[in-house]
T-cell receptor, first 109, second 116 residues
Framework: KNEVEQSPQNLTAQEGEFITINCSYS?????LHWLQQHPGGGIVSLFM???GKKKHGRLIATINIQEKHSSLHITASHPRDSAVYIC???????????FGTGTSLTVIP | GAVVSQHPSRVICKSGTSVKIECRSL??????MFWYRQFPKKSLMLMAT?????????EQGVEKDKFLINHASLTLSTLTVTSAHPEDSSFYIC????????????FGPGTRLTVL
């Protein structure tokens, strides 16, 4: 069983829809990252969370430490949001990062 | 915010040649840098952890003589893929952590290596 599980694995949405991607983890963590990987590979760090909620533009990330769960929300989705979104957690016990396998999002015009 | 850069972003080389990938922390000092490899449709896999001024620690199954890592300064780490083979074609990502005990870890944009 992976330490980090993401759902859904694949997601197709119409432009303008509200999107939620979920991440659950099984280890104690010191931080959780949401990464965006565009076709062609380039990775962008979207958020780093250790508690609560963060917002950047149309993106919102939340984390519930007690439930070991985080969500990434995209409001008013746009085709340029099409990418793979990866959840990564930094274990509380050291340098170990655990990665989810990613959620592939396609936003259709 | 903190930025980690990688160079080149894409490289194509012939089998048998060596390729060097640079990872730089642009506005912070990184005592620890991490190198990851991503296989198609797979998650990132940690290859090695390097601390400035000391030898890298390689994960099990990663050939240290093939993937040479140098972390000569607090802002630069390099990964050299020696005698590259087509199976080394992959996406390589570095990540850097600052000098403070609670510093977070930032990811580079990655380098796409294609070995012909």
């Amino acid at each position: 069983k992976n330490e980090v599980e993401q759902s859904p694995q694949n997601l197709t949405a119409q432009e303008g829809e509200f999107i939620t991607i979920n991440c659950s983890y099984s280890v104690g963590i010191s931080a959780l990252h949401w990464l965006q990987q565009h076709p062609g590979g380039g990775i962008v760090s979207l958020f780093m969370l250790s508690s609560g909620k963060k917002k950047h533009g149309r993106l919102i990330a939340t984390i519930n430490i007690q439930e070991k769960h985080s969500s990434l929300h995209i409001t008013a989705s746009h085709p340029r949001d099409s990418a793979v979104y990866i959840c990564a957690v930094l274990a509380a016990t050291g340098n170990q990062f655990y990665f989810g396998t990613g959620t592939s999002l396609t936003v259709i015009p | 915010g903190a930025v980690v850069s990688q160079h080149p972003s894409r490289v194509i080389c012939k089998s048998g040649t060596s390729v060097k990938i640079e990872c730089r922390s642009l506005d912070f000092q990184a005592t620890t840098m991490f190198w990851y490899r991503q296989f198609p449709k797979k998650s990132l896999m940690l290859m090695a952890t390097s601390n400035e001024g000391s030898k890298a620690t390689y994960e099990q199954g990663v050939e240290k003589d093939k993937f040479l890592i140098n972390h000569a300064s607090l802002t630069l780490s390099t990964l050299t893929v020696t005698s590259a083979h087509p199976e080394d074609s992959s996406f390589y990502i570095c990540s850097a952590r600052g000098t403070g005990a609670t510093d977070t870890q930032y990811f580079g944009p990655g380098t796409r290596l294609t070995v012909l």
